[in-house]
């Protein structure tokens, strides 16, 4: 089992920078493939950004690509999501996400485990 717990959310103007965190607890960090997604209002929970188990490979959906960047810390047991020139559009609750494999998905669908989601708005 993983717990995954996110912060750094907040609110910021739009051209601006937040940095998420997942921090995760209950298996060894190295062992597993992690992903961000995002849900805004009326909206179905959507892709973000993924990583496999030790970083080397990642994956961006287009609307966040050379805007967003995913790293992990193992020693940590700790994700990040470097989210720079934000837009009105990037407002959502975003969630990170676990599974029990080393390579990267970008399907929800993969992913068993989930934080409880921190708020990002950015406004115009």
């Known amino acids: 089992q993983v717990q995954l717990v996110e912060s750094g959310g907040g609110l910021v103007q739009a051209g601006g920078s937040l940095r998420l965190s997942c921090s995760t607890s209950?298996?060894?960090?190295?062992?597993?493939?992690m992903g961000w997604f995002r849900q805004a209002p009326g909206k179905e929970r959507e892709f973000v950004a993924a990583?496999?188990?030790?970083?080397?490979?990642?994956a961006y959906a287009d609307s966040v690509k050379g805007r967003f960047t995913i790293s992990r810390d193992n020693a940590k047991n700790t994700m990040y999501l470097q989210m720079n020139s934000l837009k009105p559009e990037d407002t959502a609750i975003y969630y990170c996400?676990?599974?029990?494999?080393?390579?990267?998905?970008?399907?929800?669908?993969?992913?068993?485990?989930w934080g409880q989601g921190t708020q990002v708005t950015v406004s115009s």
């Open positions: 996400a676990a599974r029990d494999e080393l390579d990267l998905r970008i399907s929800r669908y993969r992913y068993p485990y």
């Open positions: 209950g298996r060894t960090f190295g062992t597993y493939a």
């Open positions: 990583s496999s188990w030790s970083g080397g490979s990642t």
